[in-house]
């Protein structure tokens, strides 16, 4: 079973799953916003992303 993710868009309220690896990988190539929870521009409204919770890379913790 692939460890993933749970995002949801801000402004439409769609939900997507993202493999962890992937996002890991996103938050750590942008070491400028580790005080920023990773998220992603949706294409198919044009919202943000955010994760609906996730623990850090560097031990913080996000929830929407």
Known sequence: MEDII????LKC???ENIPREVV???YEMDQSNI????CFAWEKCG???R???YNGLYGKNYNI
């Open 6 to 9: 749970s995002y949801k868009c």
């Open 13 to 15: 309220g769609i939900t």
């Open 24 to 26: 890991e990988y996103f």
């Open 35 to 38: 005080d920023k929870r990773p």
């Open 47 to 49: 919202g943000v992303m």
């Open 51 to 53: 994760t609906k919770e």
